[in-house]
Every structure is written in C-alpha cells, then in structure tokens.
C-alpha cells in the first residue's frame, strides 16, 4: 500500500506516492532526481548520503521518505539556491561552504563531499564559529575515503570566517 507523501525540497513542493520502505535517498536520487545525493555505505556509516532536514544534517539512507513528510530537505544540489550570503539566493554563486571546500582543496575525489558539505553548513548554522576540535567532531561522523581531513577542516573554517564577515 502506497503512502502519500509531500515533502519541500530545494525550495520546491514535491507530493508523491511511495511505498512506506523507500528511503529518502533513494526518493532523492531515483523520485527526483538530485543525485547529488551520494549512496556510500548504506549503513549510516559513511555520511555520503547526508542532506539537511529542516537545517538539521541527516543521513538519508537510514531514514524512510515517509519519515520525511512535511519537512524541508536541502540536497547539494539546493544549498547555493538557499544561500542569501551573496545577494543572489538564487544558485548564481557557491554557498560559502561550498566555496571553502574550492578553494581550500576541500574537494579531493568529490565522492564525500555532498555530505561533508551539508554536515558542515548545519555545523555552521548551529555555531557560527566552531573549533578545529569542534569541526572534527561535526564531520566525524562523515568518512573522507581520501583520508584528506585537514583540507575539510580548512575549508569549514575559510567558511565560518566568510560567513561571518557577511553577516550570517
């Protein structure tokens, strides 16, 4: 039996039918597209699969889209459009985090990075000026298979210090 769902995401209104056993990752990905979205480990192990949940970071792969209804999702695909830092908010420039993983070489294989950056942007929402101990925390539950940690941490913290010189 089909369950109805509607969910925001990106900013956009999604209603849809689903079985109650599909995960929001795969409702993300297959339903809608984004595959942005990465499927690492399946297990909530790795954090490939994190999105933000009402800006709160979220593994979705351990979460059945069902779960989700009502609530407002932002993927990688979503976080420049959302972004307000630059004056645009309409995707035309990179989120500040995004921005930090460019140009602190936060990116390396890229296989991690959707995830890490939505870790890293609900880590920045709720401090807006963490630690390096702190940072490490956040993101530990989040696996860079690179093992190029520092570059991600310089990156969160090259986007800590924009997001506060513009206000955020």
């Not at 984004?34 to 954090?47: R, Y």
């Not at 959302?82 to 420039?93: E, I, K, M, R």
């Amino acid at each position: 039996m089909a369950l109805q769902i509607r969910l925001r995401v990106n900013g956009k209104e999604h209603e849809s039918s689903v079985e109650p056993r599909l995960l929001l990752v795969h409702y993300l990905r297959d339903t809608l597209g984004l595959t942005g979205t990465h499927i690492g480990c399946e297990t909530s192990l790795c954090g490939a699969c994190t999105v933000l949940l009402d800006g709160k970071a979220v593994k979705s792969c351990t979460m059945l889209a069902a779960q989700a209804s009502g609530a407002e999702i932002t993927t990688i695909e979503g976080l420049a459009a959302t972004c307000n830092s630059h004056g645009s908010g309409n995707g035309a420039s990179l989120h500040p985090v995004q921005e930090g993983f460019w140009e602190k070489h936060g990116l390396q294989c890229g296989y991690c990075t959707p995830g890490m950056i939505l870790t890293a942007t609900a880590l920045l929402n709720e401090n807006p000026d963490p630690s390096e101990t702190e940072i490490r925390t956040a993101i530990s539950g989040n696996l860079c298979r690179c093992t190029g940690y520092q570059h991600i941490v310089d990156a969160i913290q090259y986007a800590a210090k924009k997001m506060a010189a513009n206000g955020h």
